[in-house]
């Protein structure tokens, strides 16, 4: 059985294609996906502490967390690892404030069967001031994962802990020009690429 550790948004769903439309609806900003350089979405989109967190506010509202597109593939690639028996945790940076959509989209998409928790891996103060995390990072720590799917090179400090870990880092335009911390990391550019990858890897191709 492997342990797999899988992002929320970006590589579940394409979240960043939705912010790309709000900066431009909120803010007039024509800033298209393909143009997004950095993670930090105030960065790349030049915006104010204050325009930051009324973005975030109102892409974390519970419609609008349900209605994200899913990631082309995902969802069977993910059932397909639970029914070949592995345990897939999702591991999103959102605020426990956005669980009970998160779960629900999860559910509504078929993926029902993956556990979901939310854990702080971007800092609260960058995010939507005051929000609470589900998982403690003590309690993240003690968990073991054979591979990863990340697409955020701000969360690849959350793996130094597992030396052995085989991260898929999902290719978005932010990432591009990265420097991978090791070999384990490997870019792939779908579901598809990820599941040969990790399949591969493991020994059962």
Request: proline fraction near 4%; glycine fraction near 4%; include cysteine.
């Amino acid at each position: 059985m492997m342990n797999i550790y899988v992002d929320f948004d970006d590589c579940l769903c394409e979240t960043a294609r939705y912010f790309s439309t709000l900066a431009s609806d909120m803010f007039g900003l024509k800033i298209p996906y393909e143009k997004i350089k950095f993670f930090d979405l105030q960065k790349s989109f030049s915006l104010t502490d204050a325009q930051y967190e009324q973005m975030m506010i109102q892409g974390h509202k519970s419609e609008v967390l349900l209605s994200y597109d899913e990631t082309p593939g995902a969802v069977k690639t993910v059932n397909s690892w639970i029914d070949s028996g592995h345990d897939v945790k999702i591991i999103t940076g959102r605020p426990f404030s956005a669980f009970e959509p998160s779960r629900r989209w999860l559910n509504e998409h078929g993926l029902e069967r993956a556990s979901l928790y939310c854990l702080d891996k971007y800092g609260r103060d960058s995010f939507i001031k005051g929000s609470t995390f589900s998982l403690e990072l003590e309690d993240y720590y003690k968990m073991h994962f054979d591979f990863a799917v990340e697409d955020s090179p701000s969360a690849f400090k959350f793996f130094n802990h597992l030396p052995d870990l085989k991260v898929m880092v999902f290719d978005r335009p932010w990432n591009k020009n990265c420097e991978f911390p090791g070999p384990n990391y490997h870019r792939c550019f779908d579901w598809k690429m990820i599941d040969e990858r990790i399949r591969t890897l493991a020994g059962n191709n």
